[in-house]
């Protein structure tokens, strides 16, 4: 069996087959102790994480939080706003104040792609990264792969369209290399201006035919769409983007009847994905958002627990225990 040797997650493109599946396997061990009474193991007891949050959050920060409590952690939280951050002190050097109170992890999500790098480099506790910039969402894709897995049994071989603004999501980046190195046919579907250029050469199809997408799939994954961009002109108009790429039930019904549709969140209803889609019966949303409590253990497991062992200290049986 693999072994766990990380220090730091900052890209699913880093990990290999192996340590993404023992990533859900360890997700899969721990996913039973939220459904129990007493929501809680003593895995990571004395270790203490810090949620560093310079960008809104509900999903990520609220689950990386559930997690760590669940595992018996100390957490504490660190938003922008609320940090001497706005008072202008750097980035690095509020991670350096947070390093000097002996933390054990930090899990930093950024506007700016590279930021929790900048801090893994430069500082000694293990750091997650829980989205930066456009460039990655390791959490997000892991979570995602292990509620395809729990669906539909397996990966390999398994045909996903990715479908919307995939320019400049993080989450569509770090799902075209998870589901790939686990096997699976990656189809990227989106108007042209959302597209990266020569993004084939990472082994993924691109096309701009909605329809054909839609019926070939067993997954299809839709993002939002970042209204946000929308005054850089990428767009004519979010009901022009609505009309030609919004997934609604009339766009489905070409659709395999087992086909799983997965967002990220938050959702834009009535913009990328309609309310009978992300309410209906191929819609695994609040799944992916269960399923990302077990996901985020496994990672501060494996990043900490572990390295509890290695250290010597007293452990208290299995992780689950
Ligand atoms: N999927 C996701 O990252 O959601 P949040 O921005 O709410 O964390």
């Known amino acids: 069996m693999t072994e766990w040797t990380r220090h730091d997650l900052l890209n699913i493109r880093d990990l290999s087959r192996e340590e993404i599946e023992l990533v859900l396997e360890t997700a899969k061990s721990f996913q039973e102790v939220s ?16 949620l560093l949050f310079f960008e809104p959050s509900t999903r990520t920060r609220i689950s990386f939080e559930l997690a760590a409590k669940r595992l018996s952690a100390d957490t504490l939280s660190v938003t922008a706003g609320g940090s001497s951050v706005s008072k202008g002190e750097s980035l690095l050097d509020t991670a350096k104040n947070i390093e000097a109170m002996n933390v054990d992890l930090i899990v930093v999500r950024h506007a700016a792609s590279g930021a929790p790098k900048i801090i893994a480099d430069a ?24 509620t395809v897995k729990e669906r539909l049994g397996r990966i390999e071989g398994l045909k996903v ?3 919307g603004d995939i320019l400049h999501s993080r989450v569509a980046r770090s799902n075209l290399w998870g589901f790939t190195k686990l096997g699976a046919k990656v189809t990227l579907c989106g108007p042209p201006t959302l597209m990266p250029r020569d993004v084939e050469q990472l082994g993924v199809r691109v096309t701009y035919d909605l329809k054909e997408v839609v019926a070939q799939s ?29 997934i609604n039930k009339e766009k489905l019904k070409s659709a395999k009847k087992e086909l799983l549709v997965l967002h990220p969140g ?11 889609v992300a309410d ?26 572990t390295k509890s062992k290695a250290d010597g200290e007293e452990k208290d049986g299995s992780a689950v225990s």
């Open 35 to 50: 459904r129990r009474d007493v929501k809680k193991v003593p895995a990571l007891r004395g270790k203490t994480v810090v």
């Open 123 to 146: 500082l000694g506790p293990s750091v997650i990264n829980a989205g930066d910039g456009c460039q990655a969402h390791p959490t997000q894709a892991l979570l995602d792969l292990f």
């Open 161 to 163: 369209g990715i479908i």
């Open 218 to 246: 067993d997954v299809l994954m839709v993002l939002r769409l970042q209204k946000e961009r929308q005054q850089d002109k990428y767009l004519p108009s979010i009901r022009e983007y609505a009309r030609l790429f919004g």
């Open 266 to 276: 938050p959702i834009n209803r009535g913009v990328e994905i309609s309310a009978d």
């Open 280 to 305: 209906g019966e191929h819609s695994v949303i609040l799944e992916q958002v269960t399923n990302g409590v077990a996901v985020r253990m496994a990672v501060l497991y494996l990043l900490l627990g």
